[in-house]
């Protein structure tokens, strides 16, 4: 069974950084893109920046020049760098890999991560 499992959030200050990994377990064949989106409370869920298996990347204008979205293949890992963090970055982070191709079973799943809390306070 393929599951993300992601790490990294916590509290920080206005002007902080975290980092955020999620990692792909399980035997995996392939993944394709893979991203990052964020809740806030009340508001809908919206991407923030994802990267193709060539690493290709794409960001929210809100998080442009602040966040940087890489990923090791040989780990079946992404990261979120989020640097000069806002309050109005605060949000439950969630990793997604809309197509993830285990080995044992050759089928694509669509897979989202548990969420991880970054609060940034003022």
């Known amino acids: 069974q393929v599951q993300l499992v992601e790490s990294g959030g916590g509290l920080v200050q206005a002007g902080g950084s975290l980092r955020l990994s999620c990692a792909a377990s399980?035997?995996?064949?392939?993944?394709?893109?893979m991203g990052w989106y964020r809740q806030a409370p009340g508001k809908q869920r919206e991407l923030v920046a994802d990267i193709t298996s060539d690493a290709n990347t794409n960001y929210a204008d809100s998080v442009k020049g602040r966040f940087t979205i890489s990923r090791d293949n040989a780990k079946n890992t992404v990261y979120l760098q989020m640097n000069s963090l806002k309050p109005e970055d605060t949000a439950v982070y969630y990793c997604h890999a809309p197509r993830i191709v285990p080995l044992r079973t050759l089928t694509p799943v669509d897979a989202w991560g548990q969420g991880t809390l970054v609060t940034v306070s003022s």
């Open positions: 399980g035997s995996i064949f392939s993944i394709n893109n």
